[in-house]
C-alpha cells in the first residue's frame, strides 16, 4: 500500500476551513498567496529555508528544468518557476494537490508547469527521458523514503553531472548516504530540519 505523502509532521501555513496557504517570496510572482487543501498532511518548506536555498541557487534556476518530488503544496517548484526555471514537474499522488497545482498554474497563466499525480517510487523506476538540472525532494519524514529514492534517482538517470539535488530530513538523523560522485555543496539546520544542496559530479569522480 502506497505510504502516505507528507504525514509525518504538521503544517507550517496558516489554515483556515480546511485550506492552507503560501506566499512565493521572490521573482516574478512575488508576494502572491496561493491556496492548496490540507490533504496528506502536506507541510510546505517555510519561507525562511527557500530563501536560503534559492540564494544558493539564484544563478542557476533561470533557464533551469526542474523536478519537484512530493510536491505537496508546490511550493518549491513554483518558486523556481517565478525565478525564470525553463520548466519544472510537480510529482504528487495526492489527487486533491495534484488537481490544485494544476488550478494554481491555470492561475498564474504559466504553460511552464506539469503536474504528474503518481506515487514517486513509481515515477522514479521508470529511466528519465531528461535529467533535472535542480531536484527538490521534501519527502514524508521517518519512512526511510531516502534510502529507496536516492539509488533510483541516480540510476535511472533523474539527474546527471551538474545537476543540483536539493534534501530535507530529520536533524537528529545522520546525513543520508549519497552516491559517491554527489558532492555537498550547503547544508543547514532549522529547528528539527536539516537541509542540504548536493552538486552532482560525473559517476567516474
Known amino acids: 500500500m ?9 503544517n507550517r501555513s496558516t489554515r483556515s476551513a480546511g485550506q492552507g496557504d503560501v506566499r512565493i517570496i521572490g521573482g516574478d510572482w512575488r508576494s502572491r498567496v496561493l491556496r492548496f487543501p490540507d490533504e496528506g498532511g502536506v507541510r510546505p518548506t517555510p519561507a525562511r529555508t527557500r530563501e536560503t536555498l534559492f540564494n544558493w541557487l539564484q544563478f542557476l534556476v533561470p533557464g533551469s528544468r526542474c523536478l519537484d518530488l512530493f510536491s505537496g503544496s508546490g511550493v518549491l517548484g513554483l518558486e523556481a518557476l517565478s ?22 498554474l491555470r492561475l498564474l497563466k504559466t504553460d511552464r508547469g506539469d503536474v504528474v499525480c503518481e506515487d514517486v517510487m513509481a515515477f522514479l523506476q521508470r529511466p528519465a527521458d531528461a535529467p533535472a ?48 560522485h554527489w558532492h555537498l555543496h550547503r547544508t543547514k539546520s532549522a529547528g528539527q530540519v536539516t537541509y542540504a544542496l548536493y552538486n552532482v559530479g560525473a559517476p567516474s569522480e
Open 2 to 10: 502506497p505510504r502516505k505523502s507528507r504525514n509525518a509532521r504538521p
Open 83 to 104: 525565478r525564470g526555471a525553463d520548466r519544472v514537474t510537480f510529482v504528487e499522488h495526492t489527487p486533491a494537490l495534484a488537481r490544485n497545482l494544476r488550478d494554481n
Open 133 to 180: 538540472d535542480i531536484l527538490f525532494m521534501d519527502a514524508p519524514f521517518r519512512q526511510g523514503w531516502l534510502e529507496e529514492l536516492l539509488p533510483l534517482i541516480a540510476g535511472n538517470g533523474w539527474v546527471a553531472a551538474g545537476s543540483r539535488v536539493y534534501l530535507e530530513y530529520e536533524s537528529d538523523r545522520q546525513a543520508p548516504a549519497v552516491p559517491g
